[in-house]
């Protein structure tokens, strides 16, 4: 295997817990300070955490994803030249998921769609990014369990058949898929349940089968708290309703549970992005008595839609 691990980053993760983590917390703005100035000094474990305040956009700057591909290099070990990619087999192992993630959604999926250029990346052909990202999600899951690989490298065989020669005889994109939903990983959970909408909208098989499988990934993410599969799946407790990736949908009444809707309505609020503000909206439709003796709640989940999703709140005030 060209990429590496040999455990030596325990130590490093050590370092960083106990001179930073333990003494400032982990998402304080002095823990983040810390972090810098160790992976500075070229901890691998605290290089790792600096790509991530930059990718994850916690660091304001411009170029955060060309800033952040450097030290995830830095911390996986790697080097890219002329000659080739090398290895130094000291690096952190989820740094090689990341670059593996990197390869494979540069410039045409996720937040890097409109990443900025990255020459490393841009040297690779499109055959050359997915073999390479193939090679790091599996020396990652040599080194540990981590279920993004496991879904990275579904995406990778789903895209290459070919590179599925790799992996043990048997394995196929939706058994990697499947495996990393069952581990907890939201994107698989939430790629599994749009399948599944997908075939209930177009009415092919056991539309009950399909709508438990729809439940089951939709209910892994949404108690999570991942906002967009929380919101839906409230929805589809409200309502029934089940929309496809076309954006057709049909509405299978007899799985309605208001309690439930409201629920998981609520856990779209819980840790918040854009999707949020349409939990908030249907909190408010559905759910109007709750805020028609309580004015301050309703402003205050009127501001949370105005500031998560400004098209939202346009909807909301017509309510």
């Not at 496991?150 to 005889?169: D, M, Q, S």
Request: aromatic share 12%; charged share 25%.
């Amino acid at each position: 295997m060209r990429f590496t691990c040999n455990n030596t980053y325990r130590a490093d993760e050590q370092i960083l817990t106990e001179t930073v983590f333990e003494k400032y917390g982990y998402a304080s703005p002095s823990s983040e300070r810390e972090t810098i100035c160790l992976a500075l000094t070229g901890n691998r474990a605290a290089l790792k955490s600096y790509a991530d305040l930059l990718f994850y956009r916690k660091i304001r700057c411009r170029n955060n994803f060309r800033k952040a591909f450097p030290l995830y290099c830095e911390a996986a070990g790697i080097t890219f030249s002329d000659e080739g990619i090398t290895c130094s087999g000291d690096g952190t192992p989820l740094a090689f998921y990341v670059i593996g993630y990197y390869l494979v959604n540069y410039r045409c999926e996720s937040v890097l769609k409109k990443c900025e250029v990255i020459d490393e990346i841009e040297k690779l052909t499109r055959d050359e990014r997915l073999s390479l990202a193939m090679e790091l999600a599996l020396a990652t899951l040599s080194a540990c369990r981590a279920p993004a690989a496991v879904n990275l490298i579904g995406r990778i065989i789903k895209e290459a058949p070919a590179l599925i020669e790799k992996l043990e005889e048997g394995a196929t994109a939706e058994k990697y898929f499947e495996d990393a939903a069952e581990e907890g990983y939201i994107y698989a959970c939430n790629n599994l349940a749009a399948k599944e909408a997908d075939l209930i909208v177009k009415g092919e098989g056991d539309i009950a089968e399909h709508a438990n499988s729809y439940m089951h990934y939709l209910t892994i993410s949404a108690d999570r708290y991942e906002p967009y599969a929380a919101n839906r799946l409230g929805l589809f407790y409200m309502t029934g309703e089940v929309r496809s990736s076309s954006g057709d949908k049909v509405n299978l009444h007899d799985y309605i549970n208001v309690p439930f809707a409201k629920k998981y309505f609520q856990k779209a609020t819980v840790y918040p992005d854009a999707n949020s503000a349409w939990a908030y909206f249907n909190l408010i439709k559905y759910f109007h008595k709750d805020y028609d003796t309580d004015i301050d709640l309703l402003n205050e989940h009127m501001d949370c839609i105005k500031e998560l999703n400004p098209a939202v709140y346009d909807e909301a005030i017509e309510l």
